[in-house]
């Protein structure tokens, strides 16, 4: 299963170690391999063996299962990557292509013109991407295991979402019970830009938001009959 691996600055000084050895900044559990991590450096981000577009203007990682759009190699030994009409349709269209994709995925993309990196995840939440606050720098990873079995990171449990996940049975949304390791929810894309906050953005709704939401005069009186 193709795992993302990928890394951007959370501060201006985040930015600034991204122009130094990218191997600094990766935890063990990253792979290590400098030649196959595609990064831009000005603007703070790296992806590990995105796809790339023809003019450099942008990079996307997928791991994905998805219908309708035929992913390609087929050998199932080998990385796992959308069709490339899907994966044009996403790079040109952003997040207002996301809604159209169907099964399961999760992918981070970066767009150089806009300098936007959206990070999102299927409607039903069957793949998972995770995000690692350690201060300047935020490490995402679509495996949860690489971020929290790094011997450096201070492995800690998240009270409230330890207090949810008894009552509730679950942490609360975009939490995991790992403190400084939060989720994407299902449904939706994390939005950042250099210099900007993180934006949480919901790309999906099972509600059609042209449904009726209050009954009119005729309506009230079809219900009253």
């Known amino acids: 299963m193709t795992v993302i691996y990928g890394l951007f600055a959370k501060t201006a000084k985040g930015r600034q170690r991204f122009h130094g050895e990218l191997q600094a900044?990766?935890?063990?559990?990253?792979?290590?391999?400098?030649?196959?991590?595609?990064?831009?450096t000005?603007?703070?981000?790296?992806?590990?063996?995105?796809?790339?577009?023809?003019?450099?203007?942008?990079?996307?990682?997928?791991?994905?299962?998805?219908?309708?759009?035929?992913?390609?190699?087929?050998?199932?030994?080998e990385p796992r990557h959308p069709h490339p009409a899907t994966l044009e349709n996403v790079c040109r269209r952003g997040l207002d292509a996301v809604g159209e994709l169907?099964?399961?995925?999760?992918?981070?993309?970066?767009?150089?013109?806009?300098?936007?990196l959206a990070l999102a995840r299927d409607p039903v939440g069957q793949r998972n991407?995770?995000?690692?606050?350690?201060?300047?720098?935020?490490?995402?990873?679509?495996?949860?295991?690489?971020?929290?079995?790094?011997?450096?990171?201070?492995?800690?449990?998240?009270?409230?979402?330890?207090?949810?996940?008894?009552c509730f049975g679950m942490p609360p949304t975009g939490r995991t019970l790992a403190a400084r390791i939060a989720c994407v929810p299902?449904?939706?894309?994390?939005v950042w830009s250099p210099g900007h906050p993180?934006?949480?953005r919901r790309y999906y709704s099972p509600i059609g938001?042209?449904?009726?939401?209050?009954?009119?005069e005729a309506w009230r009186q079809r219900i009253v009959d």
């Open 102 to 116: 169907r099964g399961e995925f999760v992918f981070a993309h970066w767009d150089g013109p806009r300098r936007t």
């Open 42 to 77: 000005d603007a703070g981000v790296a992806l590990h063996s995105p796809r790339t577009s023809n003019d450099a203007s942008g990079a996307i990682a997928f791991a994905l299962a998805l219908s309708g759009a035929p992913s390609q190699p087929l050998n199932p030994a």
């Open 186 to 190: 299902a449904a939706h894309a994390l």
């Open 129 to 166: 991407m995770f995000i690692r606050d350690d201060g300047d720098i935020l490490l995402l990873c679509s495996e949860f295991a690489p971020l929290i079995e790094d011997p450096g990171f201070d492995r800690r449990l998240d009270a409230e979402s330890a207090f949810n996940f008894l």
């Open 198 to 200: 993180l934006f949480l």
């Open 25 to 40: 900044l990766l935890p063990p559990g990253f792979p290590q391999d400098r030649d196959a991590w595609w990064a831009d």
């Open 209 to 216: 938001f042209d449904d009726r939401k209050v009954a009119d």
